[in-house]
T-cell receptor, first 116, second 110 residues
Framework: NAGVMQNPRHLVRRRGQEARLRCSPM?????VYWYRQLPEEGLKFMVY????????ESGMPKERFSAEFPKEGPSILRIQQVVRGDSAAYFC??????????????FGEGSRLTVL | SQELEQSPQSLIVQEGKNLTINCTSS?????LYWYKQKYGEGLIFLMM?????EEKSHEKITAKLDEKKQQSSLHITASQPSHAGIYLC??????????FGKGTRLHILP
């Protein structure tokens, strides 16, 4: 059973370009979370999605950022017209409605975006 | 909104010594997660606590959730270089959203 898969692991974009980050949750998981981590800081919640629904996007910037989790395929975090301040590691996590035994939220390895 | 405060922000410990990291929530915790992150890498799940007074251990790491469910501590016994990294506590709120503290950076001196 593969873990949470994120790609690309590293992405370089110039200011004004678009960045698309993909997250394939663990098999059977219908809940996906996106977090952003700036250098030397903790994880900041961005958005929580279930299949085809955004449950909570209170951590998402109002402009340029969007997320989706379609019925088929991975969850996508899309950043339009990137700026240098968007440079960060973006982590995806997935779960069922909580893992029955441990309650674990399973994290991917992250996608590191660098904006030049 | 709920906030998590971790202390200390950074910790340097001699190998073999014990240490404690604290996580305090501004609101009642419905679930408290501890993760470890090695620098530049992903997150490794350590344990989750839900019940007031609950205590769990994994190898040399023990975590406790206080009776009021607003504070948790992570204790490492006889620290080793492999314990170095960033320790993050995460809190689950009533809406299933999980927020994290800023982390505690642990360095182990040989």
């Amino acid at each position: 059973n593969a873990g949470v898969m994120q790609n690309p692991r590293h992405l370089v974009r110039r200011r004004g370009q678009e960045a698309r980050l993909r997250c394939s949750p663990m098999k059977g998981h219908s809940h996906v979370y996106w977090y952003r981590q700036l250098p030397e800081e903790g994880l900041k919640f961005m958005v929580y999605l279930q299949k085809e629904n955004i449950i909570d996007e209170s951590g998402m910037p109002k402009e340029r950022f969007s997320a989706e989790f379609p019925k088929e395929g991975p969850s996508i975090l899309r950043i339009q017209q990137v700026v240098r301040g968007d440079s960060a590691a973006y982590f995806c996590a997935s779960s069922t409605y909580r893992d029955a035994d441990t309650g674990e939220l399973f994290f991917g390895e992250g996608s590191r975006l660098t904006v030049l | 909104s709920q906030e998590l405060e971790q202390s200390p922000q950074s910790l340097i410990v001699q190998e073999g010594k014990n240490l404690t990291i604290n996580c305090t929530s501004s609101k009642t915790l419905y679930g408290l997660y501890w993760y470890k992150q090695k620098y530049g890498e992903g997150l490794i799940f350590l344990m989750m606590l839900q019940k007031g007074g609950e205590e769990k251990s994994h190898e040399k790491i023990t975590a406790k959730l206080d009776e009021k469910k607003q504070q948790s501590s992570l204790h490492i016994t006889a620290s080793q270089p492999s314990h170095a990294g960033i320790y993050l506590c995460g809190a689950e709120n009533r809406d299933d959203k999980i927020i994290f503290g800023k982390g505690t950076r642990l360095h182990i001196l040989p």
